[in-house]
């Protein structure tokens, strides 16, 4: 029996869900025959910084479906999303519902979906950083095991979904999307010059000799502790004394550098302060740089596909083909080991690395096959 007797409900909720749904939502309108899909945006972030703007640079449609459930703690917001999403589910009767990546919008619709008997697909399943104080790890382990289509980013996800007891079967190595999204966007990259000048930051900064380094930073590890934050801040400090950094601040690290009083360590000039990027203005800023530091498991992946070294400030990472075959360089929250990183792509020993297999812009066109054939066959 045919399982194609309904929309493909696809979510998104958070930054780093919408440069992942794009390409998928253009791959099923483009398959033969299309796949009718509704896009449903839990409103997790709701900043236009970090929603709208997304929206527009990616080409996204207006969401069928907003959810506006802003933010609150883990629990409240899980619990929003699901109270608001089962009426729509309801109402728009799909035929499966279509997850990307590891936030709370992620699980709660998939719990919702689950529980009503309606398959569940995950794209970008199976990563891991065995890091479960992560609240990022808890949605990932989750999604995966009450999921029924999984579709992987690079090889080791089957390795780890195997060792949780999923079945093969269920999985497919598509590739990335999120590398889809950044193929087709490059030739639209926002100068980096004219991104500091529309923030009243100097573009002198980006244009110095020597190249430029971009900083993110938001992990609740990393910005949530004053004294982790203050160390963070001070060798970032020190860093730009030998190489200027554009600094995209995430509004809960932007509020904590305020409530601890933090910005003596940001204002030596030698940094641009920015709000958070569109997606064509950060695509600009990474292609450009020297080097990125970032705590983001979306920019270790980008920077790996633009061959830009990066160097992330965390213990564990859940892409480990960004190290093992990308320009990506763990260096913890361990100073010393920040100044050395910074050091050697400096001294033009950065990684150059080479882009992993599956990240050929093609991940999401694979998706919407896959998904068609296996909807056809009754999702089972
Ligand atoms: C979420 C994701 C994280 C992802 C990140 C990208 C989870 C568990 N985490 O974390 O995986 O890397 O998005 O940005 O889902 N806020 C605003 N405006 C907004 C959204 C948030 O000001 O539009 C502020 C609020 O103070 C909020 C805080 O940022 O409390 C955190 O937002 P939240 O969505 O809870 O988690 P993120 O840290 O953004």
């Known amino acids: 029996m045919s399982a194609l007797n309904g929309p493909v409900m696809c979510i998104v909720g958070a930054r780093p869900n919408f440069m992942k749904m794009a390409p998928i939502l253009r791959a099923l309108a483009e398959h033969q025959p299309p796949l009718p899909a509704l896009l449903v945006h839990t409103g ?24 506006e459930v802003g933010s609150g703690s883990h629990a409240v917001q899980t619990a929003e999303v699901m109270k608001r999403f089962e009426p729509a589910m309801d109402e728009h009767k799909p035929s499966c519902v279509l997850v990307v990546g590891d936030v709370n919008s992620t699980l709660a619709c998939t719990l919702v979906a689950v529980k009503k008997g309606v398959p569940v697909v995950h794209v970008e399943a199976g990563l891991r950083s065995w890091d479960r104080r992560m609240p990022e790890e808890i949605n990932r382990v989750l999604t995966d095991q009450v999921a029924d289509r999984l579709y992987t980013t690079e090889r080791s996800a089957l390795a780890n979904l195997l060792r949780e007891g999923v079945a093969e079967e269920r999985v497919c190595f598509a590739g990335n999307v999120m590398i889809d999204s950044l193929l087709s966007n490059r030739p639209h990259a926002r100068p980096p010059a004219d991104t500091l000048a ?18 993110t930073l938001h992990r609740p590890s990393n910005v ?10 001070g060798v970032l400090r020190e860093v730009s004394e030998r190489l200027p950094l554009v600094f995209a601040l995430h509004p809960r690290t932007r509020g904590n550098i305020e409530r601890f009083g933090l910005q003596h360590l940001v204002d030596n000039g030698r940094m641009a302060l920015l709000p958070p990027q569109g997606y064509l203005e950060m695509l600009g800023l990474m292609a450009g740089a020297t080097v990125v530091l970032t705590d983001s498991g979306g920019l270790q992946e980008e920077t790996t596909a633009l061959g830009v070294p990066c160097l992330t400030l965390r213990e564990n990472t859940e892409r480990p083909i960004t190290v093992d075959e990308g320009t990506n360089t763990m260096v913890g929250r361990d100073v010393q080991a920040i100044r050395d990183g910074v050091s050697a792509i400096l001294a033009g020993q950065g990684k ?13 066109e694979r ?6 054939r296996w909807l056809q066959a009754g999702a089972g």
């Open 224 to 233: 949530d502790d004053a004294a982790t934050l203050s160390s963070l801040l």
């Open 352 to 364: 150059s690395g080479r882009v992993p297999e599956n990240w050929d812009g093609r991940a999401a």
């Open 198 to 215: 529309a923030h009243g930051a100097d573009p002198a900064l980006v244009r110095a000799a020597g190249g430029y380094g971009v900083v």
């Open 44 to 67: 997790q972030h709701y900043d236009a910084s970090m929603s709208d703007q997304l929206f527009t640079d990616l080409r996204l449609p207006r969401p069928d479906i907003n959810l």
């Open 367 to 372: 998706i919407a096959a896959d998904l068609y």
